[in-house]
């Protein structure tokens, strides 16, 4: 069965630290993999999506995350954060074929203190 | 702004009670996809409709149903409410069907079934 696990639940950092999410599926196969972020009251706004080719990819607001297919992960990363980083983060997989449902994690909470 | 919208922002009903959500995707995309975000299940893919028919079907309930119209904006139907439909409830677009391709997402409307 397909699965995608969000290990923290909640995670604190200070701003100016580093940041690391982390996210693990079972799949089949290699699926197609997003990060989202959802701000309060808002809706999920897309950070990144890996499809293949180099492992490392780098999306908006500053963010990245690394495939490592060894270790189906998909964790995302951001060298210094800033306040407006507090959000809910998500992973997602998505199968690739045109059966497009996207599976998601359960969510990472971000505080960030000053 | 993602480009999706959703109406109402907010919806506040009684169990037993029937509501209508409403979607416009982003200008031009053909897919609409709906999902559900609760405490206890989190986000959850629903239903996918492309150029009106009816693509893909995730965790839906029978209560509920979809339809997308020649315009292509969709509609969410919910009835025989009960107090565990309470939830956010996401719309999301793409321009096609094909595996992986973006999906945004609008703001959500908020259901509470009191």
């Known amino acids: 069965a397909q699965s995608v696990t969000q290990p923290d639940i909640h995670i604190t950092v200070s701003e100016g630290a580093s940041l690391e999410l982390r996210c693990n599926y079972s799949?089949?196969?290699?699926?197609?993999l997003f990060w989202y972020v959802q701000s309060p009251g808002q809706g999920l706004q897309l950070l990144l999506k890996?499809?293949?080719?180099?492992?490392l990819v780098q999306g908006i607001k500053g963010f990245e995350a690394e495939f490592k297919r060894s270790q189906s992960s998909f964790n995302l990363r951001k060298p210094s954060v800033h306040w407006s980083d507090a959000a809910e983060y998500f992973c997602a997989v998505g199968p690739r074929s045109n059966d497009y449902k996207l599976s998601f994690g359960a969510g990472t909470t971000v505080t960030v203190r000053a | 702004d993602s480009g999706v919208t959703q109406t109402p922002k907010h919806l506040i009903t009684a169990t037993g009670q029937r509501v209508t959500l409403r979607c416009s995707p982003r200008?031009?995309?053909?897919?609409v996809y709906w999902y559900q975000q609760s405490l206890d299940q989190g986000l959850q893919f629903l239903i996918q409709y492309y150029n009106g028919e009816e693509r893909a079907k995730g965790n839906i309930l029978e209560r509920f149903s979809a339809q997308q119209f020649p315009d292509l904006h969709s509609e969410l139907n919910l009835s025989s409410l009960e107090l565990g439909d309470s939830a956010l409830y996401f719309c999301?677009?793409?321009?096609?069907?094909?595996?992986?391709?973006?999906?945004?997402f609008g703001p959500g409307t908020r259901l509470l079934v009191l």
């Open positions: 200008s031009g995309d053909l897919s």
């Open positions: 999301a677009s793409s321009a096609g069907t094909g595996g992986g391709e973006t999906q945004y």
């Open positions: 890996y499809f293949s080719g180099d492992t």
């Open positions: 799949y089949g196969a290699t699926p197609y």
